[in-house]
């Protein structure tokens, strides 16, 4: 398991992460949420010390993470970058070598993660004479030759077509069963909601959320309860006492706190016309995202 | 599955290598320094060449002077050709048609225009064998009229440098600094590009993760330096080829033990000049910018090299002493002087040692500023900005 405990990073006044605590168990997928800048990138540099954390520690099955142990992880930057001149799987196979593969092994890993991949016809050419999004397999492929242990990917689907979106779930998948842990970080909340097994949210450097998906979605403390009626909307509207995410002609979704009676406002919808269908469930991830991510900005504007 | 340090320096070390070493750019830029050294040769033995003197008789001549004139032609190192011709006119046709530069009739030299070389080889040899047939006639002998002419007024020829190498030595000087600095410079623009082509494509980020910056850095520093020392050698030797093909005078000067100091200080000043590429490159996000911030590096070197070259043609004058012992100018000028054949070897020891010294101390400078802004591979750092960032 990686555990991140109480890491904090400054650049000269700016807090990059504060206090950043975060654990990613062996065989689990764990997205990492938040907004640009919000320190996704500071905290996954820092595992692999391309960044050197004020504080904080950094362990990886209870021992600190030393160079031994990049060894063992597979990492794919934010910003994408390869050797352009090289060939591709002399490449990857150089990549392996780094983290302690001998170069016969290496070369054949490279083989098949290629031919996985659908570019064993291309094996002999140099990346740049590669397509953009051969090449990012070409990245993908260098983070995940070694078979790591633990796979720490930035924005890893960003500029995926969905074919390779859905690869690179299937071979996401395909790790966590063999027991290596993945953290991932998207802006993508659709996609991390279907992959992630836990999440974690930070916004301006500080963790905000943090669970399995269920949990965090629980702990808004609030139901999006979705009501339509056979009616004009307005009287319903009306007699709703609650905020409304959204309000079409003939349905309203209002957050509801969880302790509010929902028979109440059933009745209460009801005293207005016939109800044809009700409904409520914890909100949607992307919901949760963004009343945090707009409580914290609040908050620290308040304290500025 | 760890990594530990030498198989990661020399994993880094390989990709250098090979990388280039197979590139076009790389077999281009050798085989065409090679070609220039074959042709710089080829031109100077040309020039060197002496034109044969080409002289036409027309008749009898007086009694020795056709072997006056080879001795004098062998004294002056210039050969001389002696054409008989028949007539008058068919010595006008030969200077007309280029076989003859000139020719003798009776007591005429005949030259298309005056010609001071042929002048100068003739008219002794023609007046001493007149005088000596003249003194004949007034009843000398023959031995004895030889005997006062050879004695008289001959005068000893002393030389004060007594090294008859010296122009080829100096020659050999001036290849020696051309080619120190080509290789250097070379060497270095390979560091430069190479460090400043993994931070611009961000790949830098990806190897950082597996192997510290010092690693990267020094495995760079050793491969690209290993193919400099390939440069080197190809250059010498094709210099030794050359020199041997062309029959030219300055192979003695091109000894083993030249070529031996001149790759110590090949190592000494690429370790020097290139460590400081490599820091200025690692400053900087895009080309231009690497450019910029190396151009008060790229200036000292090309005044270095000036200076060695100044030195290579006066390797005693008291400046060329100086900046051989200066480790800036020293891989450059000190080389030169001892292709000159002037420098002792304490001088040369001391020096090296010098050199290298400093070389080890720049290192460390440029490999904590490269170590600390390498990863930032966003914007631009400034020389003392990158001295005290942090990861």
Same mark, same amino acid.
């Given at each position: 398991?990686?555990?991140?405990?109480?890491?904090?990073?400054?650049?000269?006044?700016?807090?990059?992460?504060?206090?950043?605590?975060?654990?990613?168990?062996?065989?689990?997928?764990?997205?990492?949420?938040?907004? #640009?800048?919000?320190?996704?990138?500071?905290?996954?540099?820092?595992?692999?010390?391309?960044?050197?954390?004020?504080?904080?520690?950094?362990?990886?099955? !209870?021992?600190?993470?030393?160079?031994?142990?990049?060894?063992?992880?597979?990492?794919?930057?934010?910003?994408?970058?390869?050797?352009?001149?090289?060939?591709?799987?002399?490449?990857?196979?150089?990549?392996?070598?780094?983290? !302690?593969?001998?170069?016969?092994?290496?070369?054949?890993?490279?083989?098949?993660?290629?031919?996985?991949?659908?570019?064993?016809?291309?094996?002999?050419?140099?990346?740049?004479?590669?397509?953009?999004?051969?090449?990012?397999?070409?990245?993908?492929?260098?983070?995940?030759?070694? #078979?790591?242990?633990?796979?720490?990917?930035?924005?890893?689907?960003?500029?995926?077509?969905?074919?390779?979106?859905?690869?690179?779930?299937?071979?996401?998948?395909?790790?966590?069963?063999?027991?290596?842990?993945?953290?991932?970080?998207?802006?993508?909340?659709?996609?991390?909601?279907?992959?992630?097994?836990?999440?974690?949210?930070?916004?301006?450097?500080?963790?905000?959320?943090?669970?399995?998906?269920?949990?965090?979605?629980?702990?808004?403390?609030?139901?999006?309860?979705?009501?339509?009626?056979?009616?004009?909307?307005?009287?319903?509207?009306?007699?709703? #006492?609650?905020?409304?995410?959204?309000?079409?002609?003939?349905?309203?979704?209002?957050?509801?706190?969880?302790? #509010?009676?929902?028979?109440?406002?059933? =009745?209460?919808?009801?005293?207005?016309?016939?109800?044809?269908?009700?409904?409520?469930?914890?909100?949607?991830?992307?919901?949760?995202?963004?009343?945090?991510?707009?409580? =914290?900005?609040?908050?620290?504007?308040?304290?500025? | 599955?760890?990594?530990?340090?030498?198989?990661?320096?020399?994993?880094?070390?390989?990709?250098?290598?090979?990388?280039?070493?197979?590139?076009?750019?790389?077999?281009?830029?050798?085989?065409?320094?090679?070609?220039?050294?074959?042709?710089?040769?080829?031109?100077?033995?040309?020039?060197?060449?002496?034109?044969?003197?080409?002289?036409?008789?027309?008749?009898?001549?007086?009694?020795?002077?056709?072997?006056?004139?080879?001795?004098?032609?062998?004294?002056?190192?210039?050969?001389?050709?002696?054409?008989?011709?028949? +007539?008058?006119?068919?010595?006008?046709?030969?200077?007309?048609?280029?076989?003859?530069?000139?020719?003798?009739?009776?007591?005429?030299?005949?030259?298309?225009?005056?010609?001071?070389?042929?002048?100068?080889?003739?008219?002794?040899?023609?007046?001493?064998?007149?005088?000596?047939?003249?003194?004949?006639?007034?009843?000398?002998?023959?031995?004895?009229?030889?005997?006062?002419?050879?004695?008289?007024?001959?005068?000893?020829?002393?030389?004060?440098?007594?090294?008859?190498?010296?122009?080829?030595?100096?020659?050999?000087?001036?290849?020696?600094?051309?080619?120190?600095?080509? +290789?250097?410079?070379?060497?270095?623009?390979?560091?430069?590009?190479?460090?400043?082509?993994?931070?611009?494509?961000?790949?830098?980020?990806?190897?950082?993760?597996?192997?510290?910056?010092?690693?990267?850095?020094?495995?760079?520093?050793?491969?690209?330096?290993?193919?400099?020392?390939?440069?080197?050698?190809?250059?010498?030797?094709?210099?030794?080829?050359?020199? +041997?093909?062309?029959?030219?005078?300055?192979?003695?000067?091109?000894?083993?033990?030249?070529?031996?100091?001149?790759?110590?200080?090949?190592?000494?000043?690429?370790?020097?000049?290139?460590?400081?590429?490599?820091?200025?490159? +690692?400053?900087?996000?895009?080309?231009?910018?690497?450019?910029?911030?190396?151009?008060?590096?790229?200036?000292?070197?090309?005044?270095?090299?000036?200076?060695?070259?100044?030195?290579?043609?006066?390797?005693?004058?008291?400046?060329?002493?100086?900046?051989?012992?200066?480790?800036?100018?020293?891989?450059?000028?000190?080389?030169?002087?001892?292709?000159?054949?002037?420098?002792?070897?304490?001088?040369?020891?001391?020096?090296?040692?010098?050199?290298?010294?400093?070389?080890?101390?720049?290192?460390?400078?440029?490999?904590?500023?490269?170590?600390?802004?390498?990863?930032?591979?966003?914007?631009?750092?400034?020389?003392?900005?990158?001295?005290?960032?942090?990861?």
């Amino acid at each position: 398991m990686l555990q991140i405990t109480d890491l904090s990073k400054r650049y000269g006044d700016l807090v990059a992460v504060n206090n950043v605590s975060l654990a990613v168990p062996r065989g689990r997928v764990v997205g990492f949420v938040g907004p #640009n800048g919000a320190g996704k990138s500071t905290t996954m540099r820092s595992v692999f010390g391309l960044v050197e954390p004020d504080s904080g520690s950094i362990s990886w099955d !209870g021992e600190p993470v030393g160079p031994s142990h990049l060894a063992r992880f597979g990492y794919m930057p934010e910003q994408r970058g390869l050797y352009p001149k090289m060939k591709i799987q002399d490449q990857i196979a150089f990549f392996a070598e780094l983290k !302690g593969v001998d170069r016969k092994t290496a070369l054949s890993r490279a083989a098949e993660i290629l031919e996985s991949l659908d570019l064993g016809d291309r094996m002999g050419d140099q990346l740049e004479k590669l397509s953009h999004g051969n090449q990012q397999r070409v990245q993908l492929a260098v983070s995940l030759v070694t #078979n790591p242990e633990l796979l720490i990917l930035d924005e890893p689907f960003n500029g995926l077509d969905p074919v390779a979106v859905n690869t690179l779930q299937d071979v996401l998948t395909e790790r966590v069963a063999t027991g290596a842990g993945v953290l991932f970080s998207s802006h993508q909340l659709d996609l991390v909601e279907r992959i992630c097994d836990e999440i974690v949210i930070i916004v301006d450097g500080e963790i905000r959320a943090a669970g399995t998906v269920h949990d965090v979605r629980a702990s808004a403390g609030v139901r999006h309860v979705s009501i339509q009626v056979n009616r004009p909307l307005s009287p319903l509207v009306d007699a709703i #006492n609650h905020p409304l995410v959204e309000g079409s002609t003939d349905q309203v979704v209002a957050v509801v706190d969880n302790d #509010n009676d929902l028979e109440a406002i059933l =009745a209460q919808a009801r005293s207005v016309g016939a109800v044809t269908r009700f409904d409520y469930d914890m909100p949607d991830l992307q919901s949760v995202f963004t009343s945090i991510a707009a409580t =914290a900005g609040a908050d620290s504007q308040e304290a500025s | 599955m760890t990594t530990d340090r030498p198989s990661a320096v020399w994993l880094i070390t390989r990709r250098e290598i090979t990388s280039r070493v197979f590139s076009k750019a790389f077999l281009i830029g050798l085989g065409t320094t090679v070609v220039i050294i074959f042709g710089i040769f080829g031109i100077v033995s040309l020039i060197d060449q002496d034109d044969p003197v080409n002289l036409g008789v027309v008749g009898p001549t007086p009694a020795g002077a056709v072997e006056n004139l080879e001795l004098i032609g062998e004294l002056q190192e210039t050969e001389i050709d002696i054409t008989m011709l028949a +007539s008058e006119a068919d010595g006008e046709l030969a200077i007309e048609e280029g076989e003859v530069d000139g020719f003798v009739i009776d007591d005429r030299l005949v030259m298309r225009e005056a010609d001071a070389e042929l002048i100068a080889l003739v008219t002794p040899a023609w007046q001493q064998a007149t005088l000596v047939a003249e003194l004949g006639d007034a009843g000398l002998n023959q031995s004895e009229i030889g005997q006062a002419l050879t004695n008289a007024g001959q005068l000893e020829i002393v030389e004060l440098e007594a090294d008859p190498e010296s122009e080829a030595k100096e020659a050999v000087a001036f290849l020696t600094v051309v080619l120190l600095f080509i +290789s250097i410079q070379v060497a270095g623009a390979y560091i430069m590009m190479g460090v400043f082509e993994e931070k611009s494509t961000k790949v830098v980020e990806l190897v950082l993760s597996s192997v510290r910056a010092r690693d990267l850095l020094i495995g760079k520093i050793i491969g690209i330096g290993l193919l400099g020392i390939l440069q080197v050698a190809a250059l010498a030797g094709s210099a030794i080829a050359a020199a +041997s093909i062309f029959g030219s005078s300055a192979l003695p000067a091109l000894s083993v033990s030249l070529i031996g100091t001149g790759l110590i200080w090949f190592v000494l000043g690429y370790m020097l000049y290139g460590s400081v590429f490599a820091a200025g490159a +690692s400053l900087a996000p895009r080309q231009e910018d690497a450019q910029a911030t190396l151009a008060p590096v790229t200036v000292v070197l090309m005044l270095s090299y000036f200076g060695a070259i100044f030195s290579a043609s006066d390797p005693n004058s008291v400046v060329a002493r100086i900046i051989s012992w200066i480790p800036l100018t020293a891989p450059f000028a000190m080389p030169g002087r001892i292709a000159a054949g002037d420098a002792l070897w304490w001088e040369i020891i001391g020096s090296m040692a010098l050199t290298a010294i400093v070389a080890f101390l720049v290192l460390g400078l440029a490999e904590r500023i490269y170590v600390r802004s390498i990863i930032h591979t966003d914007r631009k750092l400034g020389w003392r900005e990158a001295w005290t960032l942090q990861a």
